[in-house]
């Protein structure tokens, strides 16, 4: 899929498309080309973070028809989740994950954020999962906020100690998830989460972002071109030496 614009920012490549479907089968098949090239270089797991947000639909349909993928060999983790939602509310974004991927393409091992009640336990217990081994893939989005995951500007940290941590909701983050349609009103969206933080995002080797919308366009041009700082935490995207950005022209502008 050829994009309509090619850019590079720092060491980010971003790739904009005329549509999100055109957006959304390129990511898919980059990521795809990805985890076969990594399969066959090592007889190892590709271990994979992944988002789990309406932005990242088209991205997950394109993969469940990517051909060639020996799933088995995947291990899934994902990185986010919020505090206090029931285990089966459609919310839930290891659910979101589950039913829009993991389900159809059943990876060999999943592992899955917010299993256990403590909250200092679980974030013990997800560090020790990722430091098996390095993360191979991210796919993540950007926040209308600027955040990368639940590292919403007060709490991201480019220097967190923690891998893993519980955060206090930015009312602009809590906001975007009824703006996404994934609850009916502000009062019912969580204001804790468990995230993966922004140093262990960014120890992806290879990193892929999935940015589309109008509601996403101040926020990417601000990752894109403002000072890094957590102000925007995307903005530290694109320090990494692997990442391609996919867009849209209703996210990126004309």
């Known amino acids: ?24 089968a390129a990511a898919a098949g980059q990521v795809g080309q990805r985890i076969r090239a990594l399969l066959e270089q090592s007889s190892a797991p590709v271990r994979i973070v992944f988002a789990a947000a309406p932005s990242q639909n088209e991205l997950y349909e394109g993969l469940v028809q990517e051909q060639g993928i020996d799933w088995s060999r ?15 509310a459609p919310q839930r974004f290891g659910n979101y994950l589950q039913e829009r991927l993991f389900s159809r393409v059943k990876p060999g091992r999943i592992e899955l954020l917010g299993r256990t009640g403590d909250i200092g336990e679980e ?3 997800y560090t020790a999962l990722l430091n098996e081994a390095p ?5 993540l989005g ?27 909701l930015d009312e602009a983050c809590r906001q975007q998830q009824v703006n996404d349609g994934c609850f009916a009103s502000l009062d019912e969206v969580p204001t804790h989460a468990l995230t993966l933080t922004v140093p262990a995002l960014m120890a992806g080797r290879h990193l892929f972002a999935i940015v589309p919308g109008k509601a996403k366009h101040k926020a990417l041009q601000a990752a894109l071109h403002d000072p890094v700082s957590t102000a925007c935490p995307a903005s530290i995207l694109r320090t990494h030496p692997g990442i391609t950005l996919f867009t849209d022209r209703d996210a990126y502008g004309s």
């Open 74 to 88: 995947v291990c899934a983790f994902h990185m986010d989740e919020y505090i206090g939602l029931p285990a089966d």
């Open 142 to 168: 950007i926040g209308e906020n600027g955040h990368i995951a639940f590292n919403d500007p007060p709490v991201a940290d480019f220097a967190d100690p923690y891998l893993v941590k519980a955060v206090l």
């Open 123 to 125: 974030c013990r217990r």
């Open 135 to 139: 993360i191979d893939i991210v796919c």
């Open 1 to 24: 899929m050829i994009p309509a614009a090619e850019h590079h920012v720092e060491r980010m490549r971003v790739l904009v498309y005329n549509h999100r479907s055109q957006m959304g």
